[in-house]
């Protein structure tokens, strides 16, 4: 089974705008991906690194639900060493993708953040994004005890 049919299985849909896998987890799976600037039908894909792993995923997810987009807006904007964190990887995210201009997750906006997804996707790719580190540092665990992503 090749990576992007992996990653079609952690999703359940057909990954836009695939280019490679950028982590995996200890088991070996994808984990988070690399997407292109523009999907196959020429469409902004804002998104360079994205988290696939379902325990991830889900992870990350209930952290949002209890308001840690906010929680961590707002550390960003009160900690110094947070915000300039943040703006050294929106700066480096710009670098990477020209293309499009925009930080991480897209964003346009200084100072506040859109996704920790692709905030947590972007420390695990692109390693020492302190921001990002310490919303990896808020999960439960990282990883699972086990694979979440069977093949068969």
Do not use: N
């Not at 990576?3 to 950028?22: H, N, W, Y």
């Not at 088991?27 to 696939?52: K, L, M």
């Not at 964190?85 to 201009?101: G, H, I, T, V």
Request: aromatic share 6%; proline share 8%.
């Amino acid at each position: 089974m090749t990576d992007e049919e992996i990653v079609e299985r952690q999703l359940g849909r057909r990954p836009r705008a695939f280019r490679r896998v950028a982590v995996r987890c200890p088991f070996g799976r994808p984990a988070v991906t690399e997407q292109a600037p523009f999907d196959e039908e020429g469409r902004p894909f804002p998104t360079q690194f994205y988290v696939t792993c379902p325990h991830l995923v889900a992870a990350i997810s209930r952290l949002e639900a209890v308001g840690g987009v906010e929680r961590w807006s707002a550390a960003a904007r009160d900690d110094a060493a947070l915000a300039a964190s943040l703006a050294a990887a929106q700066s480096e995210q710009r670098r990477l993708r020209p293309e499009l201009d925009a930080g991480i997750g897209g964003s346009t906006r200084e100072g506040s953040l859109k996704c920790l997804h692709a905030h947590a996707a972007f420390a695990l790719a692109r390693p020492r994004y302190a921001l990002g580190d310490r919303v990896l540092a808020e999960l439960p665990a990282l990883w699972p005890a086990s694979c979440c992503t069977p093949l068969d």
